[in-house]
Each structure stands twice: as structure tokens, then as C-alpha cells.
Antibody, heavy 122, light 110 residues
Framework: QVTLKESGPALVKPTQTLTLTCTFS??????????ISWIRQPPGKALEWLAH???????FYSTSLRTRLTISKDTSKNQVVLTMTNMDPVDTATYYC??????????????WGQGTLVTVSS | QSVLTQPPSVSAAPGQKVTISCSGS????????VSWYQQLPGTAPKLLIY???ERPSGIPDRFSGSKSGTSATLGITGLQTGDEADYYC???????????FGGGTKLTVL
């Protein structure tokens, strides 16, 4: 059974760094082609892809947020971590992690975490 | 402003059919697979269609996907009140090297 779950602070102050952890089970990120992404959704707005990390540690980032994001993995712990620096109220959103099972040319997300709402406010 | 363009809303009566369009360009839809997601209120998105027209296990054949050129379409037949949700298309953009989503379409089953 594949599951993913996001964890992290519900509230961060402007200028702080956000650290989110995606803990997953039912598969291994060391499996060829496996990929984990972070996607966010501001309240009432559309989905926005942030970053992904592949089984071979290849990483891609959103063009507009590239300078603020870092994604990493701990395969032994079945975790993927996303850090976002210099948080701003416009970063208030529900943050999801999601799995892509085949990677390569496939960029679909077959399993999603429940999401974690992060509010940026002083 | 989303890279992929979807109509903000569509509506149809129960039992009817509806289509949702997703328009892009040669750098995204034109040369990459499209996926579709259903997001019920207050829940995480759920994969409906991947690789343009493939349905994951458990997704009823009332849901279908197609792609032509730089546009893709999600079709839903036999509409049910439980289909009321937001629907998103997504794909890879080869020029930007990012995943892009549409702005979402709210389906109302009247």
C-alpha cells in the first residue's frame, strides 16, 4: 500500500525558512525511475509544481522559485525534504508531495499525500 | 497566469456528458504526455488520466482523455453529482524543464 504524508510547521513568519518532510511507504525511492515531487496550492487557487527529485538524485526546480528551493532525499528513512527560504505571505498554501512511478518522460502523479497547510504570517 | 489554459467552469445535467479542454503549446502538450486530476472539495488531487488517455486501476471508463496537437481533452460521461469537483490538466514543459498545470476547471452537475 503506497502512502505519502507531509509534515512541517503550520505557521511560519515572513523571512523564515520552511522545511517540509514527505514520509512515504509502500515503495522505495531507490527503485529505477521513481520520483517524488512537491506541489502547492494557495487557498482557492490552482496547483503549482515546485520541484522533484529522482531515484538517481537528479533534481528539477520551478523556474520562478529556483533560488529559494532545495530538495533532498534520505532513501534509508523513506523521506524527501523540501526547504524554501525567505517565506512570504504569498507562499501561504497547502503543500503536497506526490509520487511519479516511472520518471523519464512520465510526469504524472499517481499517489498524493493529504497535504499540509502552511500559513505565513507575523 | 497558468501555462496551460482551461475553462474556469463547465456544467451539465446528471447523466449527460461534458468535456474539459486544456490548451498549451508545442513545448508542453505538443510534445509531452498529458495527465488529468480530480480534486474534490477539501481533498488532495486524484489521478484520473495519465499518458494522454490511460486510466489508472479503479478509475471508471466514464472518464476518458485525448490529445490532438497542442490541446488535450478530458471527457466525462454519465455525469453524477459526485463528479462535482475541480479538474486539472498537467504536463511537462520541455523548454522550461518544469511541470505545468492548467488553472483548473470547476465542474457543476446541475
Amino acid at each position: 500500500q503506497v502512502t505519502l504524508k507531509e509534515s512541517g510547521p503550520a505557521l511560519v513568519k515572513p523571512t523564515q525558512t520552511l522545511t517540509l518532510t514527505c514520509t512515504f511507504s509502500g515503495f522505495s525511492l531507490s527503485t529505477s525511475g521513481m520520483r517524488i515531487s512537491w506541489i502547492r496550492q494557495p487557498p482557492g487557487k490552482a496547483l503549482e509544481w515546485l520541484a522533484h527529485i529522482d531515484w538517481d538524485d537528479d533534481k528539477f526546480y520551478s523556474t520562478s522559485l529556483r533560488t529559494r528551493l532545495t530538495i533532498s532525499k534520505d532513501t534509508s528513512k523513506n523521506q524527501v525534504v523540501l526547504t524554501m527560504t525567505n517565506m512570504d505571505p504569498v507562499d501561504t498554501a497547502t503543500y503536497y508531495c506526490a509520487r511519479t512511478p516511472l520518471g523519464g518522460l512520465s510526469h504524472y502523479f499517481d499517489y498524493w499525500g493529504q497535504g499540509t497547510l502552511v500559513t505565513v504570517s507575523s | 497566469q497558468s501555462v496551460l489554459t482551461q475553462p474556469p467552469s463547465v456544467s451539465a445535467a446528471p447523466g449527460q456528458k461534458v468535456t474539459i479542454s486544456c490548451s498549451g503549446s508545442s513545448s508542453n502538450i505538443g510534445n509531452n504526455y498529458v495527465s488529468w486530476y480530480q480534486q474534490l472539495p477539501g481533498t488532495a488531487p486524484k489521478l484520473l488520466i495519465y499518458e494522454n488517455n490511460e486510466r489508472p486501476s479503479g478509475i471508471p471508463d466514464r472518464f476518458s482523455g485525448s490529445k490532438s496537437g497542442t490541446s488535450a481533452t478530458l471527457g466525462i460521461t454519465g455525469l453524477q453529482t459526485g463528479d462535482e469537483a475541480d479538474y486539472y490538466c498537467g504536463t511537462w514543459d520541455s523548454s522550461l524543464s518544469v511541470v505545468v498545470f492548467g488553472g483548473g476547471t470547476k465542474l457543476t452537475v446541475l
